[in-house]
Nanobody
């Protein structure tokens, strides 16, 4: 299962960006999808996650500013980022976990996207 992320870029503080990430391949089902980020010199951290039923979880640092959503029919997850701050600057990675069809069976998968750079600077 492959994940393709896009939507990063350079934005001024207080601005907005929308990231999207589409999953493709022999997907049977996707349970959780999420966004992580890694700033220079720091560990990768969870930003937001969403289950197939729509339950969401956010890092405290982005609550009230970021919104995660997904389109199950398109196997796509989105991250709407508002009121961006310089400390949001990082490479953002999408992640998906679920089941895939491989040969005659169903197997679990966990996949990462390639990362998209978000830079918040004036």
């Amino acid at each position: 299962v492959q994940l393709q992320a896009c939507g990063g870029g350079l934005v001024q503080p207080g601005g907005s960006l929308r990231l999207s990430c589409a999953a493709s391949g022999s997907i049977f089902s996707i349970n959780a999808m999420g966004w992580y980020r890694q700033a220079p010199g720091k560990q990768r951290e969870l930003v937001a996650a969403i289950t197939s039923g729509g339950s969401t979880n956010y890092a405290d640092s982005v609550k009230g500013r970021f919104t995660i959503s997904r389109d199950n029919a398109k196997n796509t997850v989105y991250l709407q980022m508002n009121s961006l701050k310089p400390e949001d600057t990082a490479v953002y990675y999408c992640n998906a976990e679920g089941g895939k069809l491989e040969g005659p069976g169903l197997h679990p998968f966990g996949s990462w996207g390639q990362g998209t750079l978000v830079t918040v600077s004036s």
